[in-house]
């Protein structure tokens, strides 16, 4: 059951924030759960108490949720709270002061460059068309080129790769824009996708505003159809799927690139972290290569 103060304020932060669907679909959701719990002790929102809020949090790292989980529910509900005070529908803000489990910087295991080079030879041979191997290599290509999330991907525009540009434009979350350098591979696969999508939408009499178009409800291709694609692609490439997901090939761009000699910084800025913190946790890469440095290069090191 949707609270009438949930959907007023997913309204508000899209406008004010220009949240992504995802980030609302996920407040939606969170808070919908936290109100049928108040629901379930007779508390509407508008009398719950930071105890009430601190109960339901025990409650679900009790039914097992992550640190992760119960954080973000928690920073939905505290968005709640302060914009319900805002809009005068509570005197106090409850949540206020409630300090969450926090989230570990946890990085998912790292795809070796081999197992990358694997996944790729099996986009290009899988497919039952030629029209299909090209756009499965194209989008892995272009994903694991650039550290493009999922969304931004699937979401590029018909224009974003023509002319064969060194560097492409990303729309990124909270409406933040970047350019990310392509790789010669990838705009070389861009290239061969756009001549076959192209004729193929002539030849259907169709047109598209989006790169990798598709009949769903957005017209372009999902990050659910694109997450069933490279777990398909893992197993024919003999992987282990449970560890590849296309989050992990963005990973894979940034633990690469820095084990590789690129800058924390530039990192940053080609994942769009709006914070050098989230970044960070690619460091552990460093750990190696900074003892071989060390080794090799610290005069005492020599004796």
């Known amino acids: 059951m949707t609270h009438p103060w949930i959907p007023l304020f997913l309204e508000a932060t899209q406008a004010e924030n220009n949240a992504a669907a995802n980030t609302l679909l996920a407040y939606h959701h969170d808070l919908c759960d936290f109100c049928d719990y108040l629901n379930g002790k007779n508390i509407p929102p508008r009398e719950a108490s930071r105890v009430d809020i601190e109960n ?6 009790d039914a097992g949720f992550a640190r992760a989980t119960i954080a973000r529910r928690l920073s939905a509900i505290k968005q709640l709270f302060r914009f319900a005070f805002q809009e005068g529908w509570r ?53 694991y080129a650039t550290g493009m999330r999922v969304n931004e991907l699937v979401s590029l525009p018909d224009f974003a790769l023509r002319g064969d540009p060194q560097m492409i434009l990303v729309h990124g979350k909270g409406g933040r824009e ?15 996708w756009l001549k076959l999508r192209d004729a193929e939408l002539i030849r259907n009499r169709k047109s598209s505003g989006f790169l990798f178009p598709n009949n769903s409800r957005t017209g372009h291709f999902s990050r659910v159809q694109f997450f069933t694609l490279v777990k398909q692609l893992a ?38 972290h709006a914070d050098i913190s989230t970044t960070e946790i690619y460091t552990h890469v460093l750990d190696h290569r900074l003892k071989s440095l060390v080794l090799q290069n ?6």
């Open 91 to 143: 005197n106090d803000d409850p949540a206020s002061q409630i300090k969450g489990p926090g989230t570990q910087k946890k990085l998912p295991e790292v795809i070796s460059e081999s197992d990358v080079e694997r996944l790729l030879a099996a986009a290009r041979q899988s497919g039952r068309t030629e029209l299909l191997r090209a756009r499965n290599t194209c989008m892995l290509e272009l994903l």
């Open 298 to 303: 610290h005069p005492l090191a020599k004796i």
């Open 178 to 192: 970047r350019m990310v350098p392509i790789s010669a591979t990838a705009r070389l696969e861009s290239t061969n």
């Open 56 to 61: 339901y949090l025990v409650a679900i790292a």
């Open 235 to 272: 197993n024919i490439a003999g992987l282990d799927a449970t560890k590849i997901s296309p989050h992990s090939l963005r990973h894979a761009f940034a633990t690469h690139l820095l084990a590789n000699g690129a800058d924390l910084r530039v990192i940053q800025t080609l994942l769009g």
